[in-house]
């Protein structure tokens, strides 16, 4: 017996239940959950702000769990270890996109692991539950001895700051402005700081930017200071963590010629972008989305080397509408977690 968090329709409360997962197949691994993060997706989704709401709807995709049954034919995972499963749970494995390891831009179509339809037409439920079950070529595995609690965030928000810091080459000698400081940022200003880069961040507010240079950050700034113009023409790379509305054109003239400015933050109005502030400096808007299975298991062991990890606060599956409400206010340091172990009591499992 699965006991999860639902939702019946859009923007309805979540209310405790339980649900029927699919049975283990041949290539299938069941997982007790301990861990999953609150990611600002999961609120988008249950909003259905984006459509094409599935519902009932379980959210969650930064699960963290314990291995308590495998299908015949799983290799390399047994009973017992720690794995964790991100925002990707199925793809076709065969089109240009999967075979490079980049499973999130599959071309048919990828199976997120909650609000999607898997490859039998089932509808996915994610990870506000006691357990979850994914085939084994999408699970993650978690380092010996790593602090479960913060590694879970990692699993979709700490993969979407890594991927573009690996694309775009950031190490010694790379100049970094990271714009936001809230669940991404905190995030990328850690791995960029692990990985040598000059990292400076902008944020409004000074208590996250007193955070950001206890994380790593060399300096932290008001995006209205006048200290902003010292800047001009040296980052290589801004990457913008923010998710409302905001003014791109302000950040261009801090890129050096041939710079790049990254996005990971979505938000779901149009912004604007003065073409001359492009073309002129020999700059491009990009941006990126999560990143590939591989890249995710490279991501938790570099941030386990680097003791690196989300700051986190630790909700009980009851408090999870308390911690959206904060969350869309933006009152959260840095992540939210569900502490899924009374679920997991209830549904009768192991713990
Ligand atoms: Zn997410
Ligand atoms: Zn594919």
């Known amino acids: 017996m699965t006991v999860a968090y639902q939702l019946e329709e859009a923007g309805t409360r979540l209310s405790k239940t339980t649900i029927e997962r699919r049975p283990l197949g041949p290539r299938d691994v069941r997982l007790d959950l301990k861990y999953c993060g609150i990611c600002h997706s999961d609120l988008v989704a249950a909003g259905d702000k984006l459509g094409g709401g599935m519902y009932p709807m379980v959210p969650g995709h930064e699960m963290v769990g314990v291995v308590s049954d495998i299908g015949a034919?799983?290799?390399?995972?047994?009973?017992?270890?720690?794995?964790?499963?991100?925002?990707?749970?199925?793809?076709?494995?065969?089109?240009?996109?999967?075979?490079?390891?980049?499973?999130?831009?599959?071309?048919?179509?990828?199976?997120?692991?909650?609000?999607?339809?898997?490859?039998?037409?089932?509808?996915?439920?994610?990870?506000?539950?006691?357990?979850?079950?994914?085939?084994?070529?999408?699970?993650?595995?978690?380092?010996?001895?790593?602090?479960?609690?913060?590694?879970?965030?990692?699993?979709?928000?700490?993969?979407?700051?890594?991927?573009?810091?690996?694309?775009?080459?950031?190490?010694?000698?790379?100049?970094l402005c990271i714009l936001g400081m809230g669940g991404l940022g905190h995030l990328a200003i850690q791995f960029a700081n692990a990985m040598g880069a000059r990292v400076l961040v902008a944020s409004r507010s000074a208590a996250k930017r007193a955070d950001a240079k206890r994380l790593g950050a060399e300096l932290a700034l008001d995006p209205e200071s006048e200290e902003l113009q010292a800047w001009m023409g040296r980052c290589d790379l801004i990457l913008d963590t923010i998710s409302n509305p905001h003014d791109l054109n302000q950040w261009f003239p801090l890129l050096r010629r041939g710079g790049k400015l990254c996005l990971v933050g979505v938000p779901t109005d149009q912004l604007q972008v003065f073409p001359a502030l492009i073309?002129?400096?020999?700059?491009?808007?990009?941006?990126?989305?999560?990143?590939?299975?591989?890249?995710?298991?490279?991501?938790?062991?570099?941030?386990?080397?680097?003791?690196?990890?989300?700051?986190?606060?630790?909700?009980?599956?009851?408090?999870?509408?308390?911690?959206?409400?904060?969350?869309?206010?933006?009152?959260?340091?840095?992540?939210?977690?569900i502490d899924l172990e009374s679920l997991s009591r209830d549904s009768g499992g192991a713990s």
């Open 73 to 175: 034919q799983v290799e390399g995972v047994s009973v017992g270890e720690v794995v964790g499963v991100g925002c990707i749970a199925d793809s076709c494995r065969s089109c240009h996109s999967c075979e490079s390891g980049d499973e999130h831009y599959c071309e048919t179509g990828f199976t997120l692991s909650f609000n999607s339809k898997d490859r039998d037409g089932r509808v996915n439920y994610g990870g506000y539950a006691s357990d979850y079950v994914v085939d084994y070529d999408y699970l993650v595995s978690i380092p010996e001895g790593a602090d479960l609690a913060r590694m879970a965030p990692l699993l979709c928000g700490g993969i979407t700051v890594y991927t573009p810091l690996k694309r775009f080459n950031v190490g010694p000698g790379t100049t």
């Open 279 to 337: 073309v002129f400096g020999d700059r491009s808007l990009e941006g990126s989305l999560i990143g590939g299975i591989a890249d995710t298991r490279e991501m938790i062991q570099f941030a386990h080397a680097h003791d690196l990890g989300a700051e986190i606060e630790l909700v009980q599956p009851d408090e999870i509408e308390g911690a959206w409400h904060r969350l869309h206010e933006g009152d959260v340091q840095y992540r939210f977690v």
